[in-house]
């Protein structure tokens, strides 16, 4: 099993920043991707961004590139994404997720079977 732990989350008006985390623990496997998600009231989850632990390689949604940067400390098993120039509709919950396809990032999240428990980011206009 293993454990996603996400935090960061708050209420912040457009063009702030913020920054989530996701901690991992239990049985995580470098050879597979970690992501982030999103999922809007009304919406279906979507993907944000992913990293793989071994190469560090990165994947975005063209919504957020330019603008959300992750990345990871294989030492502290945490995944991080920093999130700049936020928008109003970048409101949702904010979701990390562990893939279980080897060595590929994949933005279907029927690829993800590991999930925390989501962390609520709110941008005001």
């Known amino acids: 099993q293993v454990q996603l732990v996400e935090s960061g989350g708050g209420l912040v008006q457009a063009g702030d920043s913020l920054r989530l985390s996701c901690a991992a623990s239990?049985?995580?496997?470098?050879?597979?991707?970690m992501g982030w998600f999103r999922q809007a009231p009304g919406k279906e989850r979507e993907f944000v961004s992913g990293i793989r632990w071994s190469s560090g390689s990165t994947r975005y949604a063209d919504s957020v590139k330019d603008r959300f940067t992750i990345s990871r400390d294989n030492a502290k098993n945490t995944v991080y994404l920093q999130m700049n120039s936020l928008k109003p509709e970048d409101t949702a919950v904010y979701y990390c997720a562990q893939s279980r396809k080897i060595g590929v990032i994949t933005p279907n999240r029927y690829d993800y079977n590991y999930w925390g428990q989501g962390t609520q980011v709110t941008v005001s206009s």
């Open positions: 239990g049985r995580t496997n470098s050879n597979y991707a």
